[in-house]
C-alpha cells in the first residue's frame, strides 16, 4: 500500500511539472480517497522519502524535502500564511530527518538535516542541523551525537 501511495504521489508530480491539467488533482484527491493521506502534487521530495503508517499524513503546498525523509502517522508539514525573507511559506526540511507521529511543521522554516522532531512537537521556527525538537512549541532539547546521526544513516531504518 505505501508503494502505492507514494507511486500514484510521483505520477502527480509528473503530471503537473509536465503542465497535464486536472489529472494531478484528480489522483491527489484519490490518493487521498484509498489512504487518508493528503500529499500535495506540488511538494519536492529526494531520495528515499518514507511515509511509515501513512494515515492522516498531510503535506501541502510547495514543501520541499531533502533526501532520506521518514514521516510518521498523522503529521502535518504545511504553510500557515506567513512568508519568509526570501519569499517562501511553506517548510524546507533537509535530509535525513525523521519527524515523529503527530508533529506539526508550519510555515516558511528551515529544518536543519540529521533532525528528529519527536512525537506531538509543533515546529514553527528554524530548526538547526544535528538536533531533537520536541514540544509545543517545538524547543530543541538536544544535539544528537555522532553515533545517532550515523545509526540514522542506516539503510535498514528506511526498508520496508
Known amino acids: 500500500m505505501k508503494r502505492l501511495i507514494i507511486g ?33 502534487y506540488k511538494i519536492s521530495v529526494g531520495n528515499e522519502f518514507k511515509l511509515t503508517h501513512p494515515t492522516g499524513v498531510v503535506i501541502g503546498g510547495n514543501t520541499t524535502f531533502g533526501d532520506r525523509v ?20 511553506f517548510p524546507t ?11 506539526v511543521v508550519a510555515g516558511p522554516v528551515k529544518i536543519g538535516n540529521n533532525v528528529v522532531i519527536g512525537a ?21 532539547i538536544r544535539e544528537l551525537t555522532e553515533v545517532e546521526i550515523s545509526m540514522m544513516k542506516t539503510k535498514d531504518l528506511f526498508a520496508d
Not at 521518514?70 to 511559506?89: C, H, I, L, P
Not at 526540511?93 to 508533529?103: A, D, L, P, T, W
Not at 512537537?121 to 524547543?139: A, E
Open 8 to 40: 500514484l504521489y510521483m505520477l502527480s508530480v509528473k503530471m503537473y511539472h509536465n503542465k497535464v491539467p486536472v489529472l494531478p488533482g484528480l489522483l491527489s484527491k484519490l490518493l487521498f480517497l484509498i489512504s487518508s493521506c493528503d500529499l500535495s
Open 70 to 89: 521518514w514521516v510518521a502517522q498523522n503529521v502535518t508539514v504545511g504553510g500557515n500564511f506567513g512568508r519568509s525573507k526570501d519569499g517562501r511559506s
Open 93 to 103: 526540511i533537509g535530509s535525513n530527518v525523521k519527524i515523529m507521529c503527530g508533529s
Open 120 to 140: 506531538n512537537s509543533v515546529v514553527t521556527k528554524d530548526i538547526p542541523s544535528g538536533s531533537v525538537v520536541s514540544g509545543v512549541p517545538g524547543k530543541v
